[in-house]
């Protein structure tokens, strides 16, 4: 687990204290199929309006897939790219907008959405994994990348990215 556990009054669940959002990753470290399946099944467990689950995730992989893992670099802001290019995952987090069997515009999709990566969020935490949502430059209908990686907690003061954790 991190070093960086929340300080708050009571206990919580060490899942949840533990969770934060590192910008220093291992670079070198992919991440496994089962684990990258683990996650998305633990997002597709969340709650959502009328079981409507308009959360779709697009995984890019550096290793297998490096075309689509560069395309979904190139859209986040330039500071973001800076860290966001150290992991061997990205993942597009986005919302449908309307619900399947109708033409009516779902109004908690994105409510919806950001619960399933919260879900994907914690069980990263729970596997030794970390996550960090940025936002992407086309501010346009909830769009988020997760940025998804082995934490570097060790790389030292020489890192100028750790220093910025
Ligand atoms: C929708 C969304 C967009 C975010 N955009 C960025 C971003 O563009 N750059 C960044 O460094 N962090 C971004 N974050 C991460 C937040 O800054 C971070 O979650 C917050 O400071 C709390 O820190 P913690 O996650 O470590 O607890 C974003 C988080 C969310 C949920």
Request: proline residues 5%; aromatic residues 6%.
């Amino acid at each position: 687990m991190s070093n960086k556990a929340a300080i708050t009054t009571q206990n919580l669940d060490p899942i949840i204290q533990n969770r934060w959002s590192p910008r220093a990753f291992q670079a070198d470290k992919s991440v496994s199929g089962a684990d990258l399946t683990a996650l998305l099944e633990a997002a597709h467990w969340a709650p959502s309006c009328m079981n409507e689950q308009p959360w779709r995730f697009i995984v890019c992989d550096k290793t297998s897939h490096p075309d689509s893992w560069e395309k979904l670099l190139s859209c986040l802001m330039a500071k973001n790219q800076l860290w966001a290019s150290q992991a061997p995952v990205l993942i597009l987090a986005s919302a449908a907008q309307h619900f399947s069997n109708s033409d009516k515009a779902n109004a908690w999709a994105a409510y919806d959405t950001g619960a399933a990566v919260q879900n994907l969020a914690l069980q990263a935490t729970a596997l030794g994994l970390s996550t960090h949502s940025m936002g992407v430059k086309k501010k346009s209908w909830p769009h988020v990348s997760v940025i998804l990686s082995k934490p570097a907690c060790n790389l030292g003061e020489s890192s100028p990215i750790q220093k910025s954790d």
